[in-house]
């Protein structure tokens, strides 16, 4: 298994699939762990991360969870391949940056993956298709049972998982979903759902996690706090947070139909229609059309093309995967034709 494996493979957390699958495209569970009587990744010298790193692989090689996982040094990645794992969410803009004793550890199908030497030791990602906070935490719960038969953590009897950041301290977890809220953008309502969320003490990110700005209407609700609630409660609060979220953006879609409907359709027919026949198109263009072309498709007023479908292209027009798909570096002149293309391609445009 190797990377460029990946290109023609659909992430299981991209499928379509799951509960509520129109609005939640996926739920993600990660555990941050950090062995113990060790220095955490920022304090550790370049030889102790080294030996941190052998460790782990030694220990995953002794798992059945991990057989057939691709495991990698991300110093021996160059930065198309660093930029393809981040945009699949199987690595952070961080660990890319930091290379040297840092390692990935991925699935096949990409349900889950391991970031080694990022700011903690270990961060165990799990992810699911929709909204599926309960199998995607069994996964989690399952790999952190078998990582601690082989692997003594930093533990405080007082204080739960130790880690770099003390905002993960506790049950070290955070819970995420990615949600896709166009009809609450378009009716101006964004805004005072994301005050409401940051006041319940969650996080309200762009499509690639912190730091990032939403794109094409997307947003990532995650926990902030972990310590002095259980893994259980976390779920059971991001659940019925995005529950809510859920009904609010139905209504808003509903409201859209009834009140603006020759208006909705128009903008959605115009955004599949320039998808389809555009020769050349930037990645931000593409991205706020894909999703007028998702929310169509969610409500039957798109009937020819399939959600699954859409997701993929979300991924696939990225800079890193348009230049694997390519085998060679290309401009942003170049990228802009190649996505444009790829897109008329997948849709059946001219």
């Not at 969410?89 to 699935?107: I, T």
């Not at 009904?247 to 998808?275: C, H, P, T, W």
Request: neutral net charge.
């Amino acid at each position: 298994m190797q990377i460029n494996d990946f290109i023609n493979h659909t992430g299981e957390w991209f499928k379509g699939k799951g509960e509520h699958p129109d609005i939640v495209m996926s739920s993600r569970i990660r555990l941050a762990r950090n062995l113990s009587l060790r220095a955490f990744p920022s304090r550790a010298a370049k030889k102790e991360l080294s030996a941190i790193l052998d460790l782990v692989k030694e220990t995953m090689d002794k798992i059945p969870y991990f057989k057939n996982t691709l495991f990698l040094k991300v110093n021996e990645l160059d930065n198309v391949d660093k930029q393809f794992l981040i945009e699949r969410h199987l690595m952070s803009h961080d660990h890319a940056e930091n290379p040297e004793g840092r390692g990935l550890v991925v699935s096949p199908e990409e349900v889950l993956s391991v970031m080694i030497n990022e700011e903690d030791h270990l961060r165990i990602q799990v992810m699911q298709s929709g909204l599926n906070l309960d199998e995607t935490w069994k996964i989690a719960n399952s790999i952190d049972d078998e990582l601690s038969k082989y692997l003594e953590f930093a533990f405080s009897s007082q204080w739960g998982y130790l880690t770099a950041c003390p905002t993960n301290t506790g049950t070290a977890m955070r819970g995420s979903v990615m949600v896709h809220l166009p009809a609450l953008v378009m009716t101006k309502q964004i805004n005072k759902v994301l005050t409401a969320v940051s006041k319940l003490n969650f996080a309200a990110r762009g499509f690639y996690g912190e730091g990032t700005q939403a794109a094409g209407n997307f947003y990532q609700i995650s926990n902030q706090v972990s310590l002095g609630h259980s893994e259980l409660d976390v779920i059971q609060n991001i659940k019925g947070l995005i529950l809510q979220i859920i009904e609010q953006e139905e209504q808003a879609r509903q409201a859209l139909l009834v009140q603006n409907k020759i208006m909705l359709e128009d903008k959605i027919f115009r955004s599949y229609g320039v998808l389809r026949n555009a020769h050349v198109m930037s990645s931000q263009e593409t991205i706020e059309l894909l999703s007028m072309l998702r929310l169509g498709i969610d409500l039957h007023v798109v009937k020819d093309v399939d959600i699954k479908s859409v997701n993929e292209l979300f991924i696939m027009i990225q800079p890193a995967h348009l230049q694997k798909i390519e085998g060679k570096k290309l401009s942003s002149t170049e990228r802009d034709k190649k996505r444009a293309a790829l897109i008329r391609e997948k849709l059946g445009g001219s």
